[in-house]
């Protein structure tokens, strides 16, 4: 499975992106998908993720309110709509894919795009 993030870009804060991540197959009719992001010095952290059935979530607390992960099975397409950014949001975003579950562990993905860059400031 590849999968391709978007959507990445220069914003100020209270500003919004919408991250995209196409996947090569129908992965995400198979798998819960997530978003996690990297920032300079510090360690990939979980920001999001939606389940196999669409119907499960999480969010990290720092983004609850401000994020909304979604996905489209017929573009095998998922977001990440993010508003009310902050500087503190600035980093690497990247999508994964092939754990069972909802999970905030980038150890229960198998699959990753190459990243994404967003940048928060004024």
């Known amino acids: 499975v590849q999968l391709v993030e978007s959507g990445g870009g220069l914003v100020q804060p209270g500003g919004s992106l919408r991250l995209s991540c196409v996947a090569s197959e129908h992965a995400f009719d198979y798998y819960a998908m997530g978003w996690f992001r990297q920032a300079p010095g510090k360690e990939r952290e979980f920001v999001a993720a939606i389940s196999r059935p669409g119907g499960g979530y999480d969010y990290f607390d720092s983004v609850k309110g401000r994020f909304t992960i979604s996905k489209d099975s017929a573009k095998n397409t998922a977001y990440l709509q993010m508003n009310s950014l902050e500087t503190e949001d600035t980093a690497v975003y990247y999508c994964?894919?092939?754990?069972?579950?909802?999970?905030?562990?980038?150890?229960?993905?198998?699959?990753w795009g190459q990243g994404t860059q967003v940048t928060v400031s004024s």
């Open positions: 994964a894919t092939g754990s069972r579950m909802v999970s905030r562990r980038t150890d229960a993905y198998a699959f």
